[in-house]
């Protein structure tokens, strides 16, 4: 009885790490909203008024982990908590598995000098923006007008987040541009998931 047990336990945990990484070929389905947002190039959120963020070869876990956010009230917008409230978390972990694709690589040196804001992000994001692991967002290539929302989100504590509530508080009003601007032109870039639909991956 005990071996069995044991043997139901290791199958438990062989399928809930199945059902976290999600399946990318339901997702490819589920997803198909999200291109009328995500997929249009220079797109824009229309008040405030920002660039949408790409989500096409960013972090699977990070992609779950926001949807999660939009559904608890985390993070706050209109249509992305209606959307992310609507979804299962399996349905929330098969969207993030398409739109990742095939994993961001190093791409050498950083492009440009960091800024001296910039030495309490890099502990997580990285000196190229594509983060520490899986738990961080991807930050290399993602808009720059997005990025800067997103920090003084977290500044003025509209978006929570334990770790970032800490980070964000030390870094001034006047530095956030500067950031946002390093992390969006690393390379490789993230990509707008209607690349990741028709190809597959950013390219």
Same mark, same amino acid.
């Not at 990742?100 to 040196?109: D, E, F, I, Q, V």
């Given at each position: ?9 290791? !199958? ?5 790490? =199945?059902?976290?990484?999600? &399946? ?8 198909? *909203? !999200?291109?009328? !947002?995500h997929g249009i190039e220079n797109y824009k959120n229309v008040y405030p008024t920002y660039s949408v963020p790409?989500?096409?070869? %960013?972090?699977? +876990?990070?992609? /779950? @982990?926001?949807?999660?956010?939009? =559904? ?6 209109? *249509?992305? /908590? ?8 399996? %349905? ?21 000098? =960091? #800024? $001296?804001?910039?030495?309490? !992000?890099? *502990?997580?994001?990285?000196? &190229?923006?594509?983060?520490?692991? #899986? @738990?961080? #967002?991807?930050l290399a290539g993602q808009h720059q007008d997005y990025l800067e929302h997103a920090l003084r989100d977290y500044k003025a504590g509209k978006r929570k987040n334990a770790v970032m509530a ?5 870094? +001034?009003?006047? &530095? ?8 969006? %032109? %690393?390379?490789? $870039?993230?990509?707008? /998931?209607?690349?990741?639909? &028709? ?5």
């Amino acid at each position: 009885m005990k071996f069995r047990w044991s043997l139901l336990a290791v !199958c438990l945990s062989v399928a809930a790490v =199945a059902h976290a990484e999600g &399946d990318a070929a339901r997702g490819k389905v589920l997803g198909y *909203t !999200c291109h009328g !947002c995500h997929g249009i190039e220079n797109y824009k959120n229309v008040y405030p008024t920002y660039s949408v963020p790409k989500l096409g070869g %960013q972090s699977a +876990k990070y992609i /779950t @982990d926001a949807l999660k956010g939009y =559904a608890g009230g985390d993070r706050v917008h209109s *249509t992305m /908590t209606a959307h992310a409230a609507s979804l299962t978390d399996a %349905q929330r972990a098969d969207i993030a598995a398409f739109f990742a694709a095939s994993p961001m690589r190093t791409a050498g040196p950083p492009v440009g000098t =960091a #800024p $001296a804001a910039a030495a309490v !992000c890099v *502990t997580c994001h990285g000196n &190229d923006g594509l983060g520490i692991s #899986p @738990d961080y #967002p991807i930050l290399a290539g993602q808009h720059q007008d997005y990025l800067e929302h997103a920090l003084r989100d977290y500044k003025a504590g509209k978006r929570k987040n334990a770790v970032m509530a800490g980070i964000i508080s030390g870094v +001034k009003d006047e &530095d956030i541009p500067a950031l946002a601007k390093f992390f969006a %032109q %690393q390379k490789p $870039a993230l990509c707008g /998931t209607e690349k990741v639909r &028709d190809k597959g991956k950013c390219e």
